[in-house]
């Protein structure tokens, strides 16, 4: 009896949290790989990563990376290490080019996060606004929102990754000009985000932040970065908006 009391209680505290943040929020920005797809699901991130390391060596700059970024699995590990030896140069434009370009063959075989379509739809249905803050590329995210018919839920409100690689997240820039564009107030925006740079950004900018983390190593990477709002799921959000919680 004690012990279905003590696990009740703190289920019932963060189903009330969810309701709060959802009843408050008017205006929710989603980050784009994890809370709405998985982009690199059918084409890896490290083969990605790695064609941009081949092409460095072919442009006779394989000194340019240390080792361990030369085998990192993350393309954007590649492209942060470039700028950051040469920021705001060509260099780094081609790069980003590049791993855009990777990012459209990835997307009509990225896969949808469970529940994600149906939330999308259902916010937008009752008149919240939404829009896409991202660390992609905002023509990424644009050609998978329309191949899921969801383009209607966020156009033109998707902001991303430009050459200036500053102001990616955790800067706030794109959560800003997200806000900028809808007219929105920080007190009534909520962030979805599922990286501990999605948290920081949200902080920075003044918005209230859901985590999603679709296994424990990515809840314990929000928790640890301070996030207070983190799902498993969310279809929980779906739920709660649907007031089936």
Same mark, same amino acid.
Request: aromatic share 8%.
């Given at each position: 009896m004690t012990t279905d009391t003590q696990q009740t209680g703190p289920v019932t505290a963060e189903t009330e949290n969810l309701y709060s943040l959802i009843e408050q929020a008017r205006f929710v920005l989603f980050d784009f790989d994890g809370p709405i797809c998985r982009l690199f699901a059918g084409h890896s991130a490290e083969d990605v990563a790695k064609d941009l390391v081949r092409w460095l060596e072919q442009q006779g700059l394989r000194e340019?990376?240390?080792?361990?970024?030369?085998?990192?699995?993350?393309?954007?590990?590649?492209?942060?290490?470039?700028?950051?030896?040469?920021?705001? $140069?060509?260099?780094? @434009?081609? *790069?980003?080019?590049?791993?855009?370009?990777?990012? +459209?063959? &990835? =997307?009509?075989?990225?896969?949808?996060?469970?529940?994600?379509?149906?939330?999308?739809?259902?916010? $937008?249905?009752?008149? @919240?606004? *939404?829009?896409?803050?991202?660390?992609?590329?905002? +023509?990424? &995210? =644009?050609?998978?929102?329309?191949?899921?018919?969801?383009?209607?839920?966020?156009?033109?409100?998707?902001?991303?990754?430009t050459h200036d690689l500053e102001q990616l997240k955790p800067h706030p820039h794109c959560l800003n000009r997200a806000m900028n564009a809808l007219g929105a107030a920080p007190r009534s925006t909520l962030m979805i985000g599922d990286a501990p740079s999605d948290h920081r950004a949200a902080e920075r900018a003044g918005v209230q932040f859901l985590g999603y983390a679709r296994n424990s190593q990515k809840e314990k990477l929000l928790r640890d970065a301070g996030a207070e709002h983190v799902v498993g799921s969310l279809e929980l959000v779906l739920r709660a908006l649907r007031g089936q919680a």
């Open positions: 340019l990376l240390t080792e361990k970024e030369r085998v990192h699995p993350d393309p954007m590990a590649v492209l942060y290490a470039v700028n950051r030896r040469h920021p705001h $140069s060509d260099l780094v @434009v081609e *790069l980003e080019d590049r791993l855009t370009q990777q990012e +459209l063959k &990835a =997307a009509p075989s990225a896969w949808p996060t469970e529940f994600a379509d149906p939330l999308v739809r259902t916010w $937008s249905a009752i008149g @919240v606004r *939404l829009a896409v803050a991202t660390n992609n590329s905002p +023509l990424t &995210a =644009a050609a998978y929102l329309e191949g899921r018919g969801l383009t209607d839920c966020f156009m033109p409100n998707i902001y991303g990754r």
